[in-house]
């Protein structure tokens, strides 16, 4: 990449630590941050709890996991796109088209008539997602310096501690008063406020030039990954695995994967940079994220329901059981910058995330078997303390190595990966609940059936687990201080202008 053709750079002056704050200079944006980052928070848990609901309604459990999936693969697919832009026009546009495209999909999403309806517009949803994300964790590490993120991340992640616990609730409020449909309406009035938000208290001045955006790369991504899942979620179902059509959908898959590495390798300016994988603390921190994203889905998509159909709690109680995941998660994230990684660093921080996940995980497929709503809420919690000090001090390790105009798409793929391994990962998830059910000859409902078949899930997740604690092991050894004088020191002159301020 020639890096002469940018022109952007943050000319925002790192304030005081004690200065960060809902009421410090750069508390507009903060909260405006808080509230973009709380659309993807809530949906993150709010639809798992109705999905019982939804198939009663439009029918087609085996397609159930589809929601999840294409959700996730629009937003991982765009995520590298919008970063690509980010590093180029500048944040604020981007997450903004990201909140109007959330607020399209959610309306489309509570008028949908069948689960393929439903299914489609979730793209939409993810379409916007795959830039509400990645762009507000972007804005946090322009405007905080490394030591000012520890504290700035207790506010985000307080809006992922909140939404554990309303997303649940609401979710299953709609559910048992047979209103589901308002999982989606709910976003809409959180879209406006956001977008207002963001227009009044963010502000970036940017030098606008030329750029080359990597359709060819994004569309044979996008095709081949949606193969992939196709044949994974389908195979044994619509058609036998080995089949005709089975061998000519994973074939075409993959070789469109394998011209998606070589288009990228002479693409200009490609969606995904492949020299992020020539850096070691790049390419671990990359596979960390991947590795998440299958933990994170198989459980968000498959705890409500295995309770619901197993036990026959209510969508309330299954969507609180799974709230302990999430509220595990931004509890460790809180406190994962003051005690561990400013004064250990950033891979003992990861090592001992990763003990956690594979205690909590482990001891929910071990004990799946035997269904209780408190050993899943614990399991859960354990697990999300785990992967709350495994995601965000990775994430922070990537953005802090880079420069400014690297961050972006430090940030994207990151975050690309989380969703490409939730894609694939709740794909693959649901390929085996559907084999076990499938072989079972009973309903998805029958209790002894959702039992066998969250087993076989969660057991796949301890499998994701272990082999996400490798990528843990192979990151470099480094400390806070040193990443972020390695990431100042690759910053491009001040002339270069971009600037974010308050408004």
């Known amino acids: 990449m020639d890096r002469g053709r940018h022109a952007l750079f943050p000319l925002v002056t790192p304030a005081p630590a004690d200065a960060v704050g809902l009421r410090s200079e750069r508390g507009p944006i903060l909260l405006a941050l808080m509230v973009s ?19 009663r309604d439009l029918g087609g459990f085996s397609q159930f996991p589809w929601l999840f999936s294409v959700y996730l693969l629009a937003q991982a697919v765009s995520v590298p796109v919008y970063a690509k832009l980010a590093d180029t026009v500048g944040r ?14 959610s309306v489309l999403c509570g008028f949908a008539w069948s689960m393929p309806a439903l299914i489609a517009f979730r793209a939409v949803q993810g379409l916007g997602a795959g830039a509400v994300q990645p762009m507000a964790i972007t804005i946090a590490g322009d405007i905080y310096t490394v030591a000012e993120r520890a504290k700035a991340q207790g506010y985000i992640a307080s809006v992922w501690a909140i939404s554990s616990v309303v997303g649940p609730t609401l979710g299953g409020i709609f559910s048992q008063l047979g209103i589901w449909r308002w999982i989606f309406f709910v976003n809409v009035p959180l879209c406006l406020l956001a977008g207002a938000l963001i227009v009044r208290n963010f502000r970036e001045s940017v030098q606008r030039r030329e750029h080359q955006v990597d359709y060819l790369g994004a569309g044979l991504l996008t095709v081949g990954m ?65 590795g998440i994203g299958v933990i994170l889905i198989g459980l968000t998509s498959y705890v409500p329901t295995y309770l619901e159909n197993s036990l026959g709690v209510s969508p309330l109680v299954g969507g609180l059981a799974l709230a302990a995941l999430t509220l595990g998660w931004p509890i460790a994230a809180t406190l994962s910058g003051r005690l561990f990684y400013l004064r250990y660093g950033f891979k003992p921080t990861v090592l001992i995330g990763m003990t956690l996940v594979l205690l909590g995980s482990g001891g929910l497929a071990l004990l799946a078997h035997t ?56 794909a693959v998830l649901g390929a085996v609940a559907n084999a076990v059910i499938a072989s079972s000859g009973r309903p ?60």
Request: glycine residues 10%.
């Open 37 to 55: 980052t709380g659309l993807i928070a809530i949906d993150a848990t709010i639809l798992a709890t109705a999905v019982p609901s939804i198939v």
């Open 92 to 105: 604020k546009p981007l997450i903004l088209l990201g909140i109007g495209l959330f607020l399209l999909g």
């Open 226 to 290: 949606t193969l992939l899942i196709l044949g994974v979620l389908e195979g044994g179902q619509a058609w036998a695995w080995s089949s005709p059509t089975s061998l000519a959908v994973f074939g075409v898959g993959g070789l469109l994967l394998l011209l998606f590495v070589l288009v990228e390798r002479r693409a200009a300016e490609p969606v995904l940079p492949l020299w992020v994988l020539t850096r070691r603390l790049l390419a671990t921190t990359t596979f960390l994220a991947m």
């Open 371 to 426: 269904p209780s709503v408190a050993v899943v809420a614990v399991t859960c919690f354990v697990t999300g303390l785990g992967m709350g000090l495994v995601a965000t001090p990775s994430l922070i390790a990537a953005q802090a190595s880079v420069a400014w105009h690297e961050r972006g798409v430090a940030t994207g793929t990151n975050m690309f990966a989380r969703s490409i391994g939730s894609a694939v990962g709740a």
């Open 444 to 503: 998805e409902t029958d209790p002894t059936t959702a039992a066998d078949s969250g087993a076989a899930v969660f057991l796949a997740v301890f499998v994701a687990a272990v082999l996400t604690v490798v990528a843990g092991l192979l990151m470099p050894r480094v400390s806070a201080q040193e990443v972020q004088q390695k990431g100042e020191g690759q910053e491009r002159p001040a002339e270069d202008g971009v600037e974010a301020e308050v408004a």
